[in-house]
């Protein structure tokens, strides 16, 4: 099984509203990760987890707020977002042994309005 | 600073000619390749990935690649394509002990019938 499951699929929230992504695997692996993408764009590493420890952040306002409770489970609270932040968030997971054949496994992503 | 450059941001062909997708990247150290694809609406699929071994790499749906390590290239080839290949086209580099991926700015790639 290498799915990387992430809900809700679609998202429209307001500018004040407080809401949350969330992802999940299971495929035992110790990394996760967000990326962003806007349209017609490459994804854009967000955040990276690694054994439930954040590793990375690749400077994300901090109106993005990311949570690892478990090895399963990452989730991406969202508060006070502006509209610029409409975009497809993507999840991601890997093995997290650090070795050569790291490989990341996107999930469907979930795909951010913000009015 | 590693990068990855994809040639072509639109490649139209048309069903089962043979197509390639140009990726080449700059680093002075070793590397990592992958190539994934995002089919409308939806995540990205890994497609194939160079590690190190053998320089042509074969993938899921029919794809290879080949790395080519004096033209630092790692172009993507089917043979003959279908409709259902239409998507964009991410070529990705990692550096070795890290767990960043750096995706090019990606391949528009439409089969037309």
């Known amino acids: 099984d290498t799915e990387v499951t992430q809900t809700p699929k679609h998202l429209v929230m307001g500018m004040t509203n407080k809401k949350s992504l969330k992802c999940e695997q299971h495929m035992g692996h110790r990394a996760m990760y967000w990326y962003k993408q806007k349209a017609k764009k490459p994804p854009e590493l967000m955040f990276v987890y690694s054994y439930e420890k954040l590793s990375i952040n690749e400077s994300v306002p901090s109106r993005f707020s990311p949570e690892c409770p478990n090895s399963s489970l990452l989730n991406l609270h969202l508060h006070a977002l502006q509209p610029e932040d409409s975009a497809l968030y993507l999840c991601a997971s890997s093995t997290g042994t650090g070795v050569v054949q790291e490989t990341q496994y996107f999930g469907p992503g979930t795909r951010l309005l913000v009015l | ?113």
């Open chain 2, 1 to 113: 600073a590693q990068s990855v450059t994809q040639l072509d941001s639109q490649v139209p062909v048309f069903e089962e000619a043979p197509v390639e997708l140009r990726c080449n990247y700059s680093s002075s150290v070793s590397v990592y390749l992958f190539w994934y694809v995002q089919y409308p609406n939806q995540g990205l699929q890994l497609l194939l990935k160079y590690l190190s071994g053998s320089t042509l790499v074969k993938g899921i749906n029919g794809f290879e690649a080949e790395f080519n390590k004096s033209q630092t290239s790692f172009h993507l080839r089917k043979p003959s394509v279908h409709i259902s290949d239409t998507a964009e086209y991410f070529c990705a580099v990692m550096r070795g002990s890290n767990y960043k991926l750096t995706f090019g700015k990606g391949t528009l790639l439409t089969v037309n019938p």
